[in-house]
């Protein structure tokens, strides 16, 4: 993960843009103060944006999920879009949570130059 001062954060903060839409992952957010910088206003937090949740896999190395949770894991790598894990859905999840971002995204009012941060 790039450091919040890195060059590309500092080349963004000297573009200019109307919106700026961040989850509410920390790591985004920081970015996101850094690239707004002394604009008016502030970013808008969008939690649609953010990242998948894999449930009892989460957090685990490959190593540890493929040990304790071989088949789950397997299932997982094998096809993504289709895993269910405890009666959820990870990725299709994920996607309808994206869906719901672009719905607040293209549909904000007056801004049309702007960025996005997941």
């Given at each position: 993960?790039?450091?919040?001062?890195?060059?590309?954060?500092?080349?963004?903060?000297?573009?200019?843009?109307?919106?700026?839409f961040?989850?509410?992952?920390?790591?985004?957010r920081?970015?996101?103060s850094?690239?707004?910088?002394?604009?008016?206003?502030?970013?808008?937090?969008?939690?649609?944006?953010?990242e998948?949740?894999?449930?009892?896999?989460q957090?685990?190395?490959?190593?540890?999920?493929?040990?304790?949770?071989?088949p789950?894991?397997?299932?997982?790598?094998?096809?993504?879009?289709?895993?269910?894990?405890?009666?959820?859905?990870?990725?299709?999840?994920?996607?309808?949570?994206?869906?719901?971002?672009?719905?607040?995204?293209?549909?904000?009012?007056a801004?049309?130059?702007?960025l996005?941060?997941?």
């Amino acid at each position: 993960m790039p450091h919040v001062n890195s060059p590309p954060a500092s080349q963004l903060a000297a573009q200019p843009f109307d919106a700026l839409f961040v989850s509410p992952l920390r790591r985004a957010r920081q970015t996101a103060s850094v690239v707004w910088g002394d604009r008016p206003g502030g970013p808008t937090l969008l939690p649609s944006l953010r990242e998948v949740d894999l449930y009892s896999l989460q957090g685990l190395e490959k190593a540890q999920a493929k040990q304790s949770l071989g088949p789950v894991y397997a299932s997982w790598q094998a096809a993504p879009a289709a895993f269910e894990l405890h009666g959820h859905a990870p990725v299709r999840e994920l996607w309808h949570r994206a869906s719901l971002a672009w719905r607040s995204v293209l549909g904000a009012q007056a801004p049309r130059s702007l960025l996005v941060r997941a």
